[in-house]
């Protein structure tokens, strides 16, 4: 792993299409790069779209990425999901919305007890079987395959951005389905937590395996970890805007694992007053962006 081959890669950015690309790590199998332009860690190559589509239909549900059934995982990312209730809220939307991925229907609960009303699109058979059970109207398949009569006022996308593989086609695809000055919204991890987290233990040695850091860097699920920069950089190649990003809360477990959370979270809110988003411990983002009619690409997402 070692030799010149691998420790660099001519493949530009997912994010800010930079050729700049230097490998981070390996895990199981799979290598994470880290972008010198953005940022954005990202891995080379993206796993086969088609595989991914079958292992989402078919067995993700079960996968070793969060074996917890539809309780204890709706239970962990209650605040996650509140934090996403908050920027709609922030934003006046409270109906003609669209969940990607709405997985076990945790945002979709939490949806409804606040009186916003919204509709998902999910590919795993079995977490979108268990939503329609609970009352939820949720299609099944991808943003890319959904055949939707109606523009949407906002996409919201919960720990779902970093699944992805096919970024173009999925902006694509929520620019048509947004109505005008609609927004798309998102929480997921970025990348400085990783970097930086991963870089301390393995005391900046890249050679060594890349930790899991509780499921963020997890291949092949995790496809690509954006920095702010790189989603910034990205998502205005299509056509959006920021709007706004905000600090995500932490996931919560039982346990142990759950008070280190909640002291990470205290000392993240502290980070956040301080430093930003430059702040290294921030685990996850909101994402706020808006779309915008003007599609020129803009000079920071041209081809270096
Ligand atoms: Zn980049």
Redo the contacts with the bound molecule.
């Keep these: 792993m070692q030799d010149a081959i691998t420790t660099s890669s001519n493949d530009p ?1 997912v ?4 050729r ?1 690309l230097t490998l981070f790590g390996a895990r199981r199998g799979y290598r994470y790069y880290r ?1 010198g ?4 860690l990202q891995l080379v190559p993206m796993p086969d779209p088609e595989a991914l589509r079958r292992d989402y239909a078919e067995g993700y549900a079960r996968a070793d990425h969060w074996q917890q059934g539809p309780g204890l995982r709706n239970a962990a990312v209650r605040g996650q999901s509140q934090a996403l209730v908050d920027a709609l809220t922030r934003n006046g939307i409270r109906s003609n919305l669209l969940e990607v991925g709405s997985g076990w229907g945790a945002l979709l609960d939490l949806m409804r007890e606040h009186g916003i009303d919204c509709e998902g699109v999910e590919p795993s058979c079995e977490m979108r079987a268990h939503c329609v059970t609970q009352g939820h109207t949720v299609h099944a398949g991808t943003l890319e395959t959904l055949d939707a009569p109606l523009r949407y006022d906002a996409v919201v996308f919960s720990s779902v951005f970093e699944h992805l593989v096919e970024h173009e086609r999925c902006l694509e695809a929520s620019r048509a389905l947004l109505a005008p000055n609609g927004f798309l919204i998102s929480l997921q991890p970025t990348a400085l937590f990783p970097t930086f987290a991963a870089t301390v233990i393995r005391f900046g040695m890249r050679r060594l395996p890349l930790p899991q850091l509780h499921h963020v860097l997890c291949p092949p699920w995790h496809t690509v970890i954006f920095s702010i920069d ?1 989603m910034s ?1 990205l998502l205005g190649r299509h056509g959006f805007r920021l709007h706004a990003v905000h600090i995500a809360p932490q996931q919560r477990d039982a346990g142990l694992t759950g008070i280190a959370q909640r002291v990470l979270e205290r000392v993240n809110r502290v980070g956040w007053r301080v430093a930003g988003v430059r702040w290294p411990l921030a685990v996850g983002h909101v994402f706020e962006f808006q779309k915008v009619d003007d599609t020129t690409p803009t000079q920071e997402g041209s081809e270096i």
Excluded: Q, V
Excluded at 37 to 40: D, I, K, L, N, S
């Design positions: 950015c994010a800010c299409r930079r700049a972008c332009g953005c940022g954005t790189g950089a």
